[in-house]
């Protein structure tokens, strides 16, 4: 009889991943060596991951020849990678005292490897350095998707990974036709993307260490800062910087590649770009004539306030300037619905993503162009190319299922004591990984004062937005479960 997942399969894979996270340990505690900190935190967190990681390739071992990934194991591996990474991620938090309650601790990893951004920290800035590395550097491994990594790290897995690929969602749309040289160009982009910012900073008077940390938190459209002001406190010259490389992250990684090719026809054709700028452009404007009218602010400081935050939003990275409730509340509403579009297929960015709205716009139009004449013919096409029934239904189910999942997670919120307009705003910003909401959890503001069982649920919702909701839900299906 055929068991309905090889487990030995997702162990090895496991394994890789745990490798991965002992290397992010091993960055840790040299940084903690620069500083004169302790190295205990990271020691402690990296004998134990390495232990559960070697245990898991003996567990694998046995295991021999190629080992094809079927679809079933490959939305577990996912799950329970992305689960695994942040329970064993609090460790460092826990062990040096920084975070020492599990659920808070748990909450701010979650947030970290998901590239959310929420944070229950009230005194970032009165953590050693070693730690708000590793905080930042959870962003970065989060942003590649810590699957994609296991597979340009360690190609010798032998295994068929194209559906364990096409499951992180971020990077969907390929380069090239071979996934290694795939996973290759996008890593090379990241890395080139890190650095550029990286010399930025730099050049703008930021230090290394601050300059790296932010650098993390912006390629991987994360938002965690060493700083308890955020970007808010940093040069104008910083901030535009910072808002550049958002705005960059936030695009698809193709366009990146066609940029080096010089292709500028893809570029200029792509629907999800444009739709992704317009309604930066739109929201912007809209943000920086209330602030210059209504509040009075001088142009320049509107322009980049509105623009800042909007891009921040946007891009679901969640670094703030400004606290933007104190805005007109036409302003701060516009912010609000900002949270609902995410960044583009194929970036580190989170939320239901530009080119599902792009297609839900279409959809829209067929259906009055189908009244209007309802004998005609009319394709849905998206960038040129016709799109299938099943891919358009999976899409606009997607949405469909996005807004039940928030209004559920709302409403359970509220349940825990939340007002609405909190509970609300907690749950849009956790499941596009944004970071800041409204109310009590506004950029003024953090998640620390949340219950445990509030903080679990966004830590679930975190996950679920990361992993494109079925990743996750068809685990819960008794289908799943029969071989």
């Known amino acids: 009889m055929k068991e309905i997942i090889n487990y030995k399969t997702v162990f090895k894979v496991l394994s890789r991943s745990m490798l991965i996270l002992s290397l992010a340990l091993i960055l840790s505690m040299i940084t903690a060596l620069i500083y004169s900190e302790s190295i205990r935190p990271f020691l402690f967190s990296f004998l134990i991951i390495t232990f559960i990681g070697v245990l898991f390739y003996f567990i694998a071992r046995a295991k021999t020849g190629e080992i094809g990934l079927e679809r079933k194991e490959a939305y577990f591996t996912v799950t329970v990678s992305w689960l695994l990474m942040g329970l064993l991620g609090s460790l460092p938090y826990i062990f040096s005292g920084s975070i020492p309650h599990f659920i808070d601790a748990f909450f701010e990893s979650t947030s970290g490897f998901t590239t959310t951004g929420s944070s229950i920290l009230t005194d970032i800035e009165a953590l050693p350095k070693s730690i708000l590395f590793w905080r ?5 491994i989060g942003g590649v998707g810590i699957i994609v990594l296991v597979i340009i790290v360690m190609p010798s897995l032998g295994m068929g990974s194209y559906n364990l690929f096409t499951l992180e969602s971020s ?3 390929k380069i090239h036709y071979r996934i290694v040289s795939t996973g290759k160009r996008i890593l090379l982009i990241y890395f080139l993307l890190t650095i550029a910012e990286v010399i930025l900073l730099l050049i703008g008077g930021m230090n290394l260490f601050e300059s790296i940390c932010h650098a993390f938190g912006t390629i991987a459209t ?4 060493p700083k308890n002001s955020s970007i808010g406190g940093y040069s104008p010259y910083i901030q535009y910087v910072v808002m550049i490389f958002m705005l960059l992250s936030g695009m698809n990684f193709v366009i990146h590649y066609n940029l080096y090719k ?4 893809k570029i200029t054709k792509n629907e999800e770009l444009r739709l992704y700028l317009i309604v ?7 943000i920086t004539a209330s602030l210059f009218f209504n509040m009075h602010k001088p142009l320049e400081e509107s322009f980049r306030e509105s623009f800042f935050q909007v891009i921040s939003i ?13 805005w007109p509340v036409y302003a701060w509403g516009l912010i609000f619905m900002c949270m609902f579009f995410g960044g583009s297929t194929g970036s580190t960015a989170g939320g239901i993503k530009m080119a599902r709205h792009v297609i839900l716009y279409k959809n829209i139009q067929y259906i009055i162009k189908q009244s209007i004449l309802p004998n005609a013919v009319i394709p849905l096409k998206y960038n040129n190319k016709s799109l299938s029934d099943e891919n358009n239904r999976s899409i606009l189910s997607f949405i469909f299922l996005y807004f039940i999942i928030f209004i559920g997670g709302t409403f359970l919120l509220v349940l825990t004591g939340l007002d609405a ?3 609300s705003s907690s749950a849009a910003t956790c499941m596009a990984g944004i970071g800041p909401g409204l109310g009590s959890v506004g950029p003024a503001g953090n998640f620390s004062h949340l219950s445990d069982v509030a903080k679990v649920i966004l830590s679930m919702l975190m996950l679920l937005g990361r992993l494109e909701i079925y990743t996750i839900i068809i685990l819960f299906s008794r289908k799943f479960w029969k071989a």
């Open 314 to 326: 946007v891009t679901c990275t969640g670094y703030a300037t400004a606290d933007y409730q104190l």
């Open 421 to 423: 307009k909190t509970a």
């Open 222 to 225: 994360g938002g965690f800062s």
């Open 136 to 140: 930042s550097l959870t962003h970065w």
């Open 171 to 173: 990077l969907q749309e």
């Open 262 to 265: 010089l292709d500028f026809k």
């Open 280 to 286: 930066i452009f739109i929201a912007g404007s809209v």
